[in-house]
């Protein structure tokens, strides 16, 4: 009878769940699936000595509806019981379709204080000894975000989930 009931019940909510673009991806010439990140993505301070550069990223086919973008750098690793943001931006204009390196977003976007409490993009760090996943994701969202730059990254992030069309991570490490 149960299994009667799940299956039904797991189309529903996928059936409700906002349509997907085929192939909306986010690529990059500077980081890779599963690789580890090269200095110039580590942060400078707390004990590493990188360039603290933010990597270049493109993304293509978004879906329909989309009226812009959010980008984020976050380590679920980080020992803190709540990971650690490394970049949160959003309300990337709708006709951008990636980011140069180094940290330059378009007119219009907005950036959020990361967990080194500087705004814009900070580097990898993990503790020493400790290895960790850096996830670099682009959202399509279905409309501009209502929020400013003074906004913590819980409920930025909780806006971009609740809004995004779609969404494309890429998955680097790093250890030291």
């Given at each position: 009878?149960?299994?009667?009931?799940?299956?039904?019940?797991?189309?529903?909510?996928?059936?409700?769940?906002?349509?997907l673009a085929d192939g909306f991806t986010l690529s990059s010439p500077d980081i890779?699936?599963?690789?580890?990140?090269?200095?110039?993505y580590v942060f400078q301070g707390f004990g590493c000595e990188g360039s603290n550069a933010a990597?270049?990223?493109?993304?293509?086919n978004a879906p329909e509806g989309t009226e812009s973008f959010a980008v984020t750098v976050y380590d679920p690793d980080a020992p803190t019981g709540s990971g650690w943001w490394h970049w949160f931006a959003f309300n990337i204009p709708v006709d951008v379709t990636g980011l140069p390196g180094g940290e330059t977003l378009p007119s219009g976007s907005v950036e959020l204080t990361n967990d080194y409490g500087a705004t814009?993009?900070?580097g990898a760090c993990p503790p020493p000894g400790e290895v960790h996943r850096y996830q670099f994701t682009v959202h399509a969202l279905g409309t501009k975000l209502d929020l400013d730059n003074s906004v913590s990254n819980a409920l930025a992030g909780f806006m971009v989930n609740a809004n995004s069309l779609a969404s494309s991570t890429i998955t680097a490490v790093y250890n030291r």
């Open positions: 009878m149960i299994r009667n009931m799940v299956l039904p019940a797991f189309l529903a909510a996928t059936m409700a769940g906002p349509a890779a699936e599963g690789q580890q990140l090269s200095n110039d990597p270049t990223l493109t993304w293509s814009g993009f900070g």
